[in-house]
């Protein structure tokens, strides 16, 4: 399995940010090496599939 990591500091509080991010399907709104997630559910174990971004350059 393939890992990435990225540190970074938000002035939100986590709460608030988990709310955008948290959802299992949401990764492809704020992961820019993804260009489309599905989701079939909300849970652990559920399938997710995800097309990854082609680079420009």
Same mark, same amino acid.
């Given at each position: 399995? $393939?890992? @990435?990591?990225?540190? @970074?500091?938000?002035?939100?509080?986590? /709460?608030?940010? =988990?709310? /955008?991010?948290?959802?299992?399907?949401?990764?492809? @709104? =704020? $992961?820019?090496?993804?260009?489309?997630? *599905?989701? *079939? @559910?909300?849970? *652990?174990?559920?399938?997710?599939?995800?097309?990854?971004?082609?680079?420009?350059?």
């Amino acid at each position: 399995m $393939n890992t @990435a990591m990225k540190r @970074a500091q938000v002035s939100q509080m986590p /709460d608030v940010l =988990w709310i /955008d991010i948290g959802r299992f399907g949401v990764v492809g @709104a =704020w $992961n820019p090496m993804l260009e489309k997630v *599905e989701s *079939e @559910a909300e849970h *652990e174990g559920s399938p997710r599939m995800m097309a990854a971004s082609r680079s420009s350059g």
